[in-house]
């Protein structure tokens, strides 16, 4: 795997939180499209979609992190993995490893992680002895139907497969997140949100939102009333599950 050297990994995004992203691009290929790729293409990280979709590792992030975790003025509350990147990416085992080491870096400062990813959580985490902080163990999870996984996030792991690796986490006694966001409109697929919230009625937290950036959306008529009675969904269905909402 192809290997670039930074001069810093951990900031403060301007959402508000600590993060780290200890890749540059990612394989899952998300064609929503992927925020993070438009910017990386802004910047000049990279030029192309294909460039993007074969990622490289920042090869120094462990020793970084050290240094930047020990030179922290205040603790936070938690640090995130990630924003341009995805933690447990498929097909790069060497990117799981690292991801791993830094979690238990980071634990061992007494600082938890929240963590989202579109690929499988590693049954590694449920190890409280490795992982011994407060971690927020996350899916991005916006349909059931594969063809539609395919041709939105093509690279990215089956949606049965993000599931059962967050149900066995769960199991072990984390705390778990779904993240449905972008979720889709009808003209985009045809489905129904109770059955992916049906799916993942054992986790502590759901986040959802529509998607904002693809015109595609809009031309569903009445998109915005959509997406209100969406909301509705979700809310009365964490009230009814005990699940903690943001939506
Ligand atoms: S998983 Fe996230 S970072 Fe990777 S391509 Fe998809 S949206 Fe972009």
Same mark, same amino acid.
């Given at each position: 795997m192809n290997t670039i050297i930074r001069k810093s990994l951990l900031y403060k995004s301007r959402l508000g939180f600590y993060c780290i992203n200890h890749?540059?691009? #990612? $394989? $899952?290929? #998300?064609?929503?499209? #992927?925020y993070a790729f438009m910017m990386a293409r802004t910047h000049g990280r990279v030029s192309y979609y294909d460039d993007w979709c074969h990622p490289r590792i920042v090869a120094n992030s462990a020793e970084l992190l050290a240094k930047e975790l020990i030179h922290l003025k205040a603790k936070p509350d938690y640090i995130h993995l990630c924003l341009t990147t995805d933690p447990f990416m498929c097909g790069y085992p060497e990117v799981t490893d690292l991801t791993l080491t830094l979690i238990a870096l980071i634990n061992c400062h007494g600082i938890g992680c929240s963590i989202l990813t579109k690929g499988k959580l590693p049954i590694d985490l449920a190890d409280h002895e490795r992982f011994p902080a407060d971690n927020l163990y996350g899916i991005s999870l916006i349909s059931l139907n594969e063809e539609f996984r395919r041709r939105w996030e093509p690279e990215a792991a089956p949606y049965s497969e993000r599931i059962s690796a967050l149900k066995s986490i769960h199991d072990y006694g984390c705390e778990t997140l779904v993240h449905i966001e972008p979720y889709p409109t009808p003209n985009l697929v045809k489905q129904n949100l109770e059955d992916i919230l049906e799916a993942v009625e054992f986790v502590d937290h759901i986040y959802f939102s529509g998607w904002n950036y693809n015109s595609q959306v809009k031309q569903f008529p009445n998109y915005q009333e959509f997406y209100s009675d969406q909301t509705i969904i979700v809310r009365r269905f964490c009230q009814q599950h005990d699940i903690q909402c943001d939506a």
């Open positions: 890749v540059q691009g #990612c $394989h $899952h290929g #998300c064609r929503y499209p #992927c």
